[in-house]
């Protein structure tokens, strides 16, 4: 694919990442991760120490994380599973960056909701700032990339940055989040309609309203 990210040569990638092994904080993470699944069935937690791993590269290098080949080869051998199979799974799964990234990974969901909704005008919004799908931005703040479905269809069009999701957006709205992280500020994540509460209707619930009246600490407060 012409939008792809580039995946480094192997030889700079094992070079820098060679020698990578957990945190002595990471460890104990893993450890407890791993200790969750019977015996015999450690490989169960592969998902979680791939993330855990791509934090901690994320945290050496000041951006959102990647897995380098050599990472992906020590979480499979600490869960004693063959590479191929951990490899698979990383490279299934869109939370996963299999090439560097920049500090912020933009993923725009380009899912037939968020397009019917307007997810061409978010991908204006991050043209317009720089962003290219599959590259970092010179400076390395962002990576742009196009994503399927991640579930939010009901607040159509959205976007993942990192670990939040900004829904309910525009080209207005984009912009003014790309802004705001390009600044060093934290951006209100979630719903960007004035008044909305997660999914519920614009303007506030439809049905049900005497149970919402009697009961208004359940709203935001989970």
């Not at 080869?73 to 063959?82: F, Q």
Request: glycine share 8%; hydrophobic share 40%.
């Amino acid at each position: 694919m012409a939008d792809a990210a580039h995946i480094p040569d192997e030889a700079e990638t094992r070079a820098r990442w060679g020698g990578f092994a957990f945190t002595q904080e990471n460890l104990a993470i893993a450890k407890t991760v791993i200790a969750r699944y019977p015996e015999g069935r450690q490989r169960s937690a592969v998902m979680p120490l791939l993330d855990l791993a791509q934090r901690q590269v994320g945290a050496d290098t000041q951006t959102q994380g990647w897995l380098p080949v050599p990472v992906i080869e020590y979480v499979a051998a600490m869960l004693d599973m063959p590479y191929i199979r951990a490899y698979e799974v990383a490279s299934f799964y869109t939370m996963y960056n299999l090439a560097p990234v920049g500090r912020f990974h933009v993923q725009v969901c380009g899912t037939t909701p968020c397009l019917l909704r307007g997810s061409d005008d978010v991908m204006a919004a991050c043209a317009n700032k720089g962003l290219v799908k599959g590259k970092t931005t010179p400076d390395g703040l962002f990576t742009l990339t196009e994503v399927e479905c991640m579930g939010n269809c009901a607040n159509a069009p959205m976007v993942q940055i990192n670990d939040d999701n900004f829904e309910d957006l525009d080209y207005d709205s984009t912009t003014r989040i790309l802004e705001a992280l390009a600044a060093g500020e934290s951006p209100k994540a979630g719903t960007q309609i004035a008044g909305r509460h997660t999914s519920e209707p614009e303007g506030g619930p439809t049905s049900l309203k005497a149970m919402v009246d009697a009961n208004h600490d359940y709203r935001g407060e989970w």
